[in-house]
């Protein structure tokens, strides 16, 4: 679960990690009142759930209340990838002589924290280790084992941070892992922490992910009023709208709708559509023996996704039974109505019955199945995603 800048800020007051005083606003009025409050030059920070904003136009600097409020206009206008601006956080403009990195995320390999750090901040992380892989310090640690101080000086010191102000950085470094211990956090960064011309260390940006799956143990965050909210960033309509039904969906950017029979096949079916060439529009998963319902539900996410211009299914009858995959396909139809093709395959439990269902339908309605290519088990999974990748692209030209 990712935290917006203004709540990762939050959690970093808390843990003595200095930040900026600041002012969070939900409309162009706000942020005038709140530069009157600082009266100095401001910078004004539009709050999103994702990286490059300030590439997008959605960080932006005033040096008077009615230039904060005209770009304060401007900035709630703004979309930055998919994502509304309706809130911005106005802080100090502070006058900055360097740049440096911290960071804390889970080396998955070799189950252990790593704090990373480096000093060029300001700038992508992974831009800096493809390209100067010598100006990344790593430092891994046991889930179970503190920071020593003299380890935290030693990064502080071999990414450039003064001498005077060693003690501060370091100090920095350690209470930024026992927030990310604290929180379950996933990822935790500092980016950049800034070097002031007046001789201080700043947070000026804070990017917190979270672990869902924890926040029920953190009741303090609502007090912070942070809400829970989907894994990254916000949901879309339709990912709100499978949460209702109770379907695992998530949307992506290609334009072959998956309608899987699980997890397993949602997975390796993407990866299929990857390597014939396609995208897919979605991960999808049915869970374990889904009612008839469940599966026109399915089908519906997809049909009135926009972006998809073919569906590819597969069903592998194990716990869940394929006369029940094809009631529900055929509630769909007989409900809702296909627009675009679709091509999809049935095997294991009950497919001979799955496929007499579809057959019978077939017959008494032709024009139903006109975009409807349906197999048995007679055709491999890999030219099911195949045929789907070429009906993408036909549909496409």
């Known amino acids: 679960m990712r935290l917006y800048e203004f709540e990762g800020k939050q959690l970093f007051k808390k843990f003595k990690i200095p930040v900026m005083e600041s002012r969070l606003a939900s409309n162009p009025d706000d942020v005038y009142n709140a530069f009157s409050e600082f009266n ?3 910078v004004l920070k539009s709050q999103v759930l994702t990286g490059g904003r300030g590439k997008a136009g959605g960080i932006q600097f005033a040096e008077g209340a009615n230039e904060a409020r ?28 360097q740049e440096y990195y911290i960071g804390i995320t889970i080396d998955r390999a070799k189950y252990k924290l790593v704090v990373i750090a480096s000093g060029e901040g300001g700038v992508d992380i992974e831009e800096t280790a493809e390209k100067s892989p010598d100006k990344i310090v790593k430092f891994p640690i046991s889930i179970n084992e503190d920071l020593y101080t003299f380890d935290a000086l030693l990064i502080a010191k071999k990414i450039g941070i003064p001498q005077e102000l060693i003690k501060q950085g370091a100090s920095i470094i350690q209470n930024l892992l026992k927030m990310f211990k604290a929180y379950d956090a996933k990822l935790a960064e500092i980016n950049p922490l800034v070097l002031t011309s007046d001789g201080k260390l700043i947070a000026a940006d804070a990017r917190v992910s979270l672990d869902d ?34 379907i695992p969906y998530l949307d992506l950017d290609g334009n072959i709708g998956m309608f899987p029979g699980g997890a397993g096949f949602g997975i390796m079916g993407n990866d299929f559509i990857h390597h014939f060439g396609g995208k897919p529009a979605n991960f999808m998963d049915s869970g374990g023996g889904p009612s008839p319902e469940r ?17 590819c299914g597969a069903r592998f009858g194990g716990i869940s039974r394929c006369d029940d ?51 048995g088990i007679e055709t491999p999974i890999e030219e099911i995603t195949k045929r789907a990748v070429e009906i993408a692209q036909e549909v496409g030209t």
């Open 40 to 42: 100095i030059p401001v």
């Open 213 to 246: 799956d924890a926040t029920f143990r953190h009741k303090d965050l609502a007090e912070l009023n942070v809400e829970h909210r989907h894994e990254e960033g916000e949901m879309t309509e339709r990912e709100k709208q499978a949460t209702e039904w109770g």
């Open 325 to 375: 995959f094809a009631k529900g396909v055929l509630m769909f139809l007989n409900n809702h109505g296909l627009t675009k093709p679709m091509v999809f395959r049935m095997t294991g439990n009950m497919w001979q019955e799955g496929v007499r269902l579809f057959e019978e339908a077939k017959a008494a309605d032709p024009d139903m199945f006109k975009q409807i290519e349906f197999h």
């Open 295 to 311: 599966i026109a539900n399915m089908l519906v996410l997809l049909e009135e996704n926009p972006n998809v211009k073919v569906i």
């Open 70 to 97: 005209t770009k304060a206009t401007e900035l709630f206008k703004l979309t930055i990838k998919d994502f509304p601006v309706e809130k911005v956080l106005i802080e100090p403009k502070i006058e900055i002589k």
